[in-house]
């Protein structure tokens, strides 16, 4: 088809090069590289990964590290929470399937912190298998392609866009596709103001030349001191990772170094509770003496 051999022709003269963008890759890289590709900017995972694969280079010596192990390695990409679910998705892997990644949606779900958007990548890129492969960039692509779309924010619903993505994925090529269409989103198919005269697929598009720029509203999140409360979570795991292996910090040396001033004594409320969550979610450690980065 023309639009198959328009992007895919595009896209190997474009495309943008990743160390997880390679033939035939091993489907622990392909489940790491996605795991830390949510929520986190490509240039920082493109520097974090090879870091992490050699820190820890088979599923088995994921499944083997500790809190903390997988925490400190975590540096830099956010949301911590997905380093511990990673590390908990190779634990079953390595005692329920042999250390060998299952080849199903319904067995890789199955894995800790591997939803339906990482399965399927898992098969495509890991395995070329033809599945239907859904970010927010491939979401975007599609719905302009379909049918004439209003905005930049407008989105066909899943249960519309697979069927489509179906009929045009070509058979042999799946992985490939995807990364072509997932360049196509972040470089030109973009969420504001689409660079559609330099798309190559602007003749067969629907949409081009034609959305209205709107911004969407973002909800607002639970804020302390004026900044987002998940960020504080992170300011404190990382004064912790910073610290030397069993270091213990007494509390009001944390909260300086998270924050540059004291702690008051009406946010000794929130303080307590946030510390608890995070040593509920497995991050920290309390102790007599303070706190302490997980083992």
Same mark, same amino acid.
């Given at each position: 088809? *023309? +639009?198959?051999? %328009?992007?895919?022709?595009w896209y190997r003269k474009s495309a943008r090069s990743f160390p997880w963008r390679i033939d035939k890759p091993d489907p622990y890289v392909v489940l790491v590289s996605e795991t830390m590709l949510q929520q986190t900017q490509t240039s920082r995972v493109a520097e974090a990964? #090879? &870091? =992490?694969?050699?820190? =820890? #280079? /088979?599923?088995? $010596?994921? $499944?083997?590290? %500790?809190?903390? *192990?997988?925490?400190?390695?975590?540096?830099?990409?956010g949301y911590n929470s997905r380093a511990l679910r990673l590390r908990d998705a190779a634990k079953t892997v390595a005692t329920e399937h042999d250390g060998i990644l299952p080849r199903s949606l319904a067995l890789l779900q199955s894995l800790p912190g591997v939803g339906p958007y990482t399965s399927a990548a898992i098969l495509c890129f890991a395995f070329n298998k033809n599945v239907v492969v859904l970010d927010v960039n491939v979401r975007r692509v599609y719905? +302009?392609?379909?049918? +004439? &779309? /209003?905005t930049t924010a407008d989105v066909e619903a899943d249960n519309t866009?697979? #069927?489509?993505?179906? %009929?045009?994925? #070509?058979?042999?090529s799946a992985s490939e596709w995807h990364h072509a269409v997932m360049d196509l989103g972040s470089t030109i198919c973009t969420a504001r103001s689409p660079a559609c005269t330099r798309c190559p697929l602007a003749q067969m598009c629907p949409s081009h030349a034609v959305l209205v720029d @709107? @911004?969407? /509203?973002?909800?607002?999140?639970p804020e302390f001191r004026g900044d987002p409360r998940r960020l504080w979570r992170g300011r404190f795991i990382e004064v912790l990772r910073q610290c030397s292996p069993g270091t213990e910090l007494q509390h009001s040396v944390l909260f300086r170094r998270a924050a540059g001033s004291p702690l008051h004594v009406d946010e000794q409320e929130w303080y307590t509770a946030t510390l608890t969550q995070l040593q509920i979610d497995g991050f920290i450690q309390l102790t007599?003496?303070?706190?302490?980065?997980? *083992?």
């Open positions: 088809m *023309d +639009r198959t051999r %328009s992007l895919l022709g990964l #090879p &870091q =992490f694969i050699e820190r =820890f #280079p /088979t599923i088995q $010596a994921l $499944a083997e590290a %500790s809190n903390g *192990d997988v925490i400190r390695q975590w540096k830099g990409l719905s +302009r392609l379909m049918k +004439r &779309q /209003t866009l697979i #069927p489509f993505a179906e %009929s045009i994925i #070509p058979a042999r @709107v @911004v969407r /509203t973002k909800k607002r999140e007599p003496k303070g706190v302490r980065l997980a *083992d």
